[in-house]
Nanobody, 115 residues
């Protein structure tokens, strides 16, 4: 069974940076498309960025130029480097396959952007 464990969230001031991580177990990580999603209070979960097994990346327009998705297939780990953070980036960040998301969701990691 696939397990997803997100970590690295926290409180950061507007304009700051943060890196969140996703540890994946129970699947052949290196061959699958993976993605970061986020869910802000009172909103639907949304796709933020995706990365293919060979490292091709896509981003939602609102984070282009500020967020960088990456993966380390040797460590079964995926990352999301976030910079120039804005209050509207505040959300719980989740990792999963895809899109679409095929695995059970992890607990997520809370990112709060506030002064």
């Amino acid at each position: 069974q696939v397990q997803l464990v997100e970590s690295g969230g926290g409180l950061v001031q507007p304009g700051g940076s943060l890196r969140v991580s996703c540890a994946v177990s129970g699947t052949i990580f290196g061959f699958g498309d993976m993605a970061w999603y986020r869910q802000a209070p009172g909103k639907q979960r949304e796709l933020v960025a995706s990365i293919s097994g060979i490292g091709l990346t896509k981003y939602v327009d609102s984070v282009k130029g500020r967020f960088t998705i990456s993966r380390d297939n040797t460590r079964n780990t995926m990352y999301l480097q976030m910079s120039s953070l804005k209050p509207e980036d505040t959300a719980v960040y989740y990792c999963n396959s895809g899109p679409p998301a095929r695995y059970s969701w992890g607990q997520g990691t809370q990112v709060t952007v506030s002064s």
